[in-house]
């Protein structure tokens, strides 16, 4: 639910970066971190435990510009992968614009995928919200792995409604922030048709 | 699809003045107006030194945990919290199921004047709430910017 500030001239939105454990969602947040110049971003704050695993959430404010006159005020939030955050997932979707699903293109986390992509879409209709509806794109991280599967194979798996996709390896940066930009449009596309 | 939240000069000035005069009767270090999803809507007194945004989002994430606690327990909310520090105290509440008011107040204050002022803050918050959502769900009037924005907009955005 984005926020519309006529007072301060803002507009304000929340974008989650979902998907399974260990699949990049917290490195994207930092290569974003890492590039955007001072006065774009805010502190970002992570919640994770002591070997870095997020606990609850990643937190980044960024600033893309601005646009009729009006500052534009992205919220990237990361969930926590890892199955049994369950509960916690639920809370971070809350109010969101925008969703990022991040796949993780080796083999062997495949079902790992497909049991997250269900979990989001369930989470999300617990909200109130479609996912076909919703602002949405898929990144396919690690595409730089030896076991990284064919494009063509997790397309059909995790993208059967054909929302955009972006290869990435998200350390390097590669596809990061055309995800981000991708999403960010569509989520200002979707503010524009409210109008 | 849940509602969108719009902020009006007008409602903001009246937020502002809640959260001045709380601020003042209150003794306190500062007073913050939260929107359940973590955006900070207003603030009064000391907030120079504070990062507001961060404090917004944390704050958020705290009162979405607790929230979810209170329903594993099936409770509605737990409409308060209270957070003590050796120097600085944070009084959490929720206002109007929608937005969270913070008080952060140290030695000068106690936590009971803190409790009584905050109550009728809040009840004039909430008043002003249902305003700015009545007026979020019919426009005010005024012709949204948003309507105008064209693809060419949304694209220079993103022009490096």
Redesign the interface.
């Known amino acids: 639910m984005s926020f519309i500030n006529y007072s301060s001239r803002e507009i304000n939105c929340k974008i989650v970066y979902y998907g399974p454990g260990l699949c990049g969602k917290t490195t994207n947040l930092q290569y974003i971190y890492n590039k955007t110049n001072p006065e774009a971003k805010g502190k970002m704050i992570s919640l994770a435990t002591e070997t870095e695993r997020t606990l609850f959430f990643d937190f980044l404010p960024l600033s893309l510009g601005e646009i009729r006159g009006f500052k534009t005020r992205f919220h990237l939030y990361t969930v926590p992968g890892q199955v049994f955050y369950d509960a916690s997932r639920k809370l971070i979707l809350k109010g969101v614009d925008g969703v990022v699903y991040v796949g993780d293109s080796q083999m062997e986390r495949m079902e790992a995928n497909i049991e997250s992509l269900e979990n989001l879409s369930s989470n999300l209709q617990e909200q109130g919200y479609d996912l076909n509806k919703l602002p949405y794109v898929v990144q396919y991280n690690k595409r730089d792995l030896p076991n990284a599967i064919p494009m063509a194979e997790l397309e059909e798996a995790l993208n059967p409604t054909k929302v955009p996709s972006f290869e990435a390896v998200a350390p390097k940066g590669v596809g990061v922030f055309d995800t981000l930009k991708a999403v960010a449009k569509l989520v200002l596309t979707e503010l524009r048709k409210g109008a | ?9 007008e409602e ?2 009246q937020i502002n003045r809640i959260c001045e005069t709380l601020h003042r009767d209150s003794n306190a270090r500062a007073v913050l107006v939260i ?5 900070a ?1 207003a603030s009064a007194g000391e907030v120079q030194e504070l ?1 507001i ?2 404090l917004s ?2 704050t958020a ?1 705290n009162v ?2 607790t ?2 606690i209170a329903s594993l327990l099936a409770e509605k909310e737990f409409a308060g919290q209270f957070l003590e520090g050796e120097k600085t105290n944070y009084h959490i509440s929720i206002v109007g199921q929608r937005v969270i008011l913070v008080v952060l107040f140290d030695g000068r204050s106690s936590l009971g004047l803190v409790r009584l002022r905050v109550r009728k803050a809040a009840a004039e918050l909430t008043v002003t709430l249902e305003v700015m959502v009545k007026k979020s769900a019919h426009g005010s009037g005024q012709p ?6 064209t693809d060419d ?6 022009n490096d």
Do not use: H, P, R, W
């Open positions: 699809m849940i509602q969108q939240l719009v902020m009006y000069e903001l000035q929107d359940k999803n973590g955006q809507i990062d945004t961060s989002s944390l994430g979405a945990a929230g979810g949204s910017v948003f309507s105008e924005i907009d949304i694209d220079n955005l993103f």
